[in-house]
């Protein structure tokens, strides 16, 4: 069963601004990480945040995380027309990584 | 050098063969899975292997069986395909198991897209 459910499901935003996503879920985790795919690619690993972490930091991008809420949110700063791709959150459930729909993510020039 | 190596990329095929798609990772990792993501881009789990043992099957048809001959490889064999089963593949890897909790990132590989005319 899914797991994790991004917003929006596509987002279009001028280069040089923020773009912010969200992700919600319904049952407790151990961490939950943030992937990006572009077009035509495999996933790859963004960040993970743990559950007893509230923020993090990678170079442009900052990820939150509300257990109380069950949801996270990744905002990518300054962004670039490079960022355009397909971002998931993944959460462990058990003994596996379930993903997201995902948002797609559009940077116009 | 590629962490996690699956082939082939592209597979076209008419409905009821059999196909096979290999995966290979260098990453020392434990653990290696099959994801399917539809033609919406929804990632779903098929199999995790850990160790060479099947972890995770995830109600997936018995015309997909997977095999690991070693730890670093995992393939995953088709048969009597369907329509249904157009996709694009992902094989995965990671450190592998603590506490009966997944450790770590996921590495994908590139994908296969199979399509069964």
């Known amino acids: 069963s899914q797991q994790g459910e991004e917003d929006p499901q596509a987002l279009s935003i001028q280069e040089g601004e923020n773009a912010t996503m969200n992700c919600s879920y319904k049952t407790s985790i151990n961490n939950l990480q943030w992937y990006r795919q572009n077009s035509g690619r495999g996933l790859v690993h963004l960040i993970l945040i743990r559950s007893n972490e509230r923020e993090k930091h990678s170079g442009r991008l900052r990820v939150t995380l509300d257990t109380s809420k069950k949801s996270s949110s990744l905002l990518i700063t300054a962004s670039r027309a490079a960022d355009t791709a397909s971002y998931f959150c993944?959460?462990?459930?058990?003994?596996?990584?379930?993903f997201g729909k995902g948002t797609r993510l559009h940077i116009l020039p | 050098d590629t962490a996690v190596s699956q082939t082939p990329k592209y597979l076209v095929t008419q409905m009821g063969n059999d196909k096979s798609i290999k995966c290979e990772q260098n990453?020392?990792?434990?653990?290696m899975y099959w994801y399917k993501q539809d033609s919406k881009k929804f990632l779903k789990i098929m199999f995790s292997y850990n160790n060479k043992e099947l972890i995770i099957n995830e109600t997936v048809p018995n015309r997909f069986s997977p095999k690991s001959p070693d730890k670093a490889h995992l393939n995953l064999h088709i048969n009597s395909l369907e329509l249904g089963d157009s996709a694009v593949y992902f094989c995965?890897?990671?450190?592998?198991?603590?506490?009966?909790?997944?450790?770590?990132?996921?590495?994908f590989g590139e994908g296969s897209r199979l399509t069964v005319l």
């Open positions: 990453l020392g990792h434990d653990t």
């Open positions: 995965a890897s990671s450190q592998g198991y603590s506490g009966g909790t997944v450790t770590g990132e996921l590495f």
């Open positions: 993944a959460t462990d459930s058990y003994d596996k990584i379930i």
